[in-house]
């Protein structure tokens, strides 16, 4: 019992004298956004009873992350559903507790630290926009991963690329190569959490994409109902032609195999469809 005790108590003062830099060294997931604002009823939109409570809330920016690495490169997409992918360093002014990034060699200032512990990371971001940045707290999560060693990192640019969206239409091989990218991404991070030996998946990360999982298998989701893959794509039309090239694939010959569990069991049908993509 002393032993335990003795043990607590090392970690409580470990956890008590790391440094603000130390503390914000990890993955941290979007949670929510605490603001008197949200449900201010003079910013609703028009002939709407939509507020900004029903905008910022989770399902808006459930694929956020900010991954610091103690080396002091970063990585994180923030934005509307898929995100603004960022890769570079961070530095920390403890002083004033005001978090830059460098990207492409400028530096600019983005996160005011509010409070940070071993499991929450609460803070605005520094902008122009006072609504967006000075009113609303965002709250993050830490994550328990090892993906610096992990030959799965889902967080690379590589994987990302999908992230950015285009400035113009695109044709059906660009279409086609924007579909490859996100099952790329989805199977990656699926290959982790395998790797990982996870009891449990979270299937946010992958919620964009126009399917519905489930341990025997997989579904299309409504296409009318699927506006984090249209917000990836360039349209409506074109999100609409690369939710057609899965769906042709799923409706032709696919044959699942047996005995495999129900993450093994999609990774193999995501491959599938990728590999099946001209």
Sequence with gaps: MKKIVFVFTILAFYSCNQS??????????????????????????????????????????????????????????????????????????????????????????????????????????????????QDMEFVFTKENQELNNSKFDYTQKQYNLWRKKPDEPEDIKGISKRVKQCLEYSITYLKYNQDQKKESVSLKEINFLPINFYDNGIELKDPDKIPKWENIFFSNVDALNGYEIIKQIIISDFSLPEGKSGLELNIYILEEIKNRIK
Excluded: C
């Design 20 to 133: 603000l830099e130390d503390k914000i060294v990890g993955k941290w997931n979007f949670e929510n956004v605490n603001s008197k604002i949200l449900d201010d009823s003079s910013l609703r939109y028009k002939n709407s009873n939509l507020n900004l409570s029903n905008i910022f809330g989770s399902s808006f920016f459930e694929t956020n992350y900010l991954f610091f690495q103690k080396e002091k490169s970063f990585k994180g997409t923030l934005g509307a559903y898929s995100g603004r992918y960022t890769d570079g360093n961070w530095s920390l002014n403890e002083t004033d507790s005001v978090l830059s990034f460098t990207e492409n060699r400028i530096t600019k200032p983005f996160l005011k630290i509010h409070s940070v512990s071993d499991k929450e990371l609460k803070f605005n971001i520094i902008g122009k926009d006072k609504l967006i940045t």
